[in-house]
């Protein structure tokens, strides 16, 4: 199973981006998903997360209103669409997929078993 990150770059603040995640070897249909982040000198932090059909969806407490998390199941393919971006969201984006099939969402980093490579997303004037 590879997760491959892509979309991250450098924007202004105030600016968007829209990152994506394509997985392969497994079809993500019957798996929650989620995106998480690390800067430098900290802890992976949860961002958010979606159900298997995307019926449900999830956000740390200083993204909501302003990332989107999202899927195409038809393309294996999850997406977080970032706006409102602040310096402080510089970090290292990670895809995720767990290991087990659940309805709901997962929060935790150890209910994720598989992770991408991450994409570097730095918000700087």
């Known amino acids: 199973v590879q997760l491959q990150a892509s979309g991250g770059g450098l924007v202004q603040p105030g600016g968007s981006l829209r990152l994506s995640c394509a997985v392969s070897?497994?079809?993500?249909?019957?798996?929650?998903m989620g995106w998480f982040r690390q800067a430098p000198g900290k802890e992976r932090e949860f961002v958010a997360a979606?159900?298997?059909?995307?019926?449900?969806?999830d956000y740390a407490d200083s993204m909501k209103g302003r990332f989107t998390i999202s899927r195409d199941n038809a393309k294996n393919t999850v997406y977080l669409q970032m706006s409102s971006l602040k310096p402080e969201d510089t970090a290292v984006y990670y895809c995720?997929?767990?290991?087990?099939?659940?309805?709901?969402?997962?929060?935790?980093?150890?209910?994720?078993?598989?992770w991408g490579q991450g994409t570097l997303v730095t918000v700087s004037s």
């Open positions: 995720a997929l767990p290991s087990r099939t659940y309805t709901g969402i997962y929060y935790q980093k150890g209910d994720y078993h598989y």
């Open positions: 070897g497994r079809t993500i249909v019957n798996y929650a």
């Open positions: 979606i159900s298997r059909r995307g019926g449900t969806t």
